[in-house]
C-alpha cells in the first residue's frame, strides 16, 4: 500500500506533478505502507512524473519507491524526477524499508535529486543503471524541531546552498522563492 501510487497500468500516465504533501506515521496500515510509488503494472507507459517538495516521515515503509513487480507486463518508466524532498524517519529498524528505493533497473531518464533523506531504514537503494544521483543529504541536516515534525532548516545545516539548479522547483514547500542564499538549499524547505 502507497499514500500516492502514480502507475500508468494500462492506459498510460503522463505529464504529473507531485508536490507539497505530507504523509506521515501510516502505522496502523502495516509494514508495506509507502509514502509514494510509481511504476506501470500492466503496460500502460508511465512517463514525466515529477515528485518534489514533499514531506515523508514517521513512516513503517519506505518514503519513495519505483517499484517493480516483475509480471511480464509492466510498461515503460521515463523522466521520473524525485527532487527537493525531505524523508525522515521511515522503515526505521528496517534494512528493507527506508528511504528511496529504485527498484526497476529498465527505467529510463530517472533523476533524484536535492533531497533530504536522513534518519531512514536506508538511504537510497538504486537497481536503475540509468538514475542520475546527486545533491542529496543523508547525514544530520539539521532540523529546527524534528521531534515536533518542525523539518525547516537550522542556520547551520548541511543542506544550505549545497542543493543543484537542475530540476529544482522554483519555489518550497512554504512557496519561499528559490534559491533565497547563494545556491540552491536541498529538501523541501528553503532555509
Do not use: W
Request: aromatic content about 8%; charged content about 15%.
Amino acid at each position: 500500500m502507497s499514500c500516492i501510487y502514480v502507475d500508468g497500468y494500462s492506459i498510460g500516465a503522463d505529464n504529473i506533478d507531485v508536490f507539497n504533501n505530507v504523509v506521515h506515521d501510516m502505522k496502523n496500515v502495516g509494514t508495506e505502507s509507502n509514502g509514494f510509488n510509481v511504476n506501470s503494472e500492466q503496460g500502460g507507459p508511465t512517463t514525466n512524473i515529477r515528485f518534489y517538495n514533499n514531506l515523508v516521515y514517521n513512516n513503517p515503509g519506505t518514503a519513495m519507491r519505483m517499484a517493480s513487480y516483475r509480471s511480464g507486463t509492466e510498461g515503460k518508466v521515463d523522466h521520473i524526477t524525485i527532487t527537493s524532498n525531505t524523508f525522515y524517519n521511515n522503515g526505521v529498524g528496517n534494512s528493507n524499508r527506508g528511504g528511496i528505493i529504485l527498484e526497476r533497473n529498465d527505467a529510463t531518464n530517472t533523476v533524484v535529486r536535492n533531497n533530504i533523506i536522513y534518519n531512514n531504514g536506508f538511504g537510497i537503494k538504486n537497481s536503475d543503471a540509468d538514475a542520475i544521483i546527486s545533491n542529496n543529504l543523508e547525514t544530520n541536516p539539521s532540523f529546527l524541531n524534528p521531534s515536533a515534525n518542525n523539518f525547516h532548516l537550522q542556520v547551520n545545516s548541511p543542506a544550505i546552498d549545497k542543493g543543484s539548479a537542475a530540476n529544482a522547483p522554483k519555489v518550497d514547500f512554504d512557496g519561499k522563492l528559490r534559491p533565497s542564499g547563494t545556491g540552491y538549499d536541498i529538501g523541501a524547505y528553503e532555509h
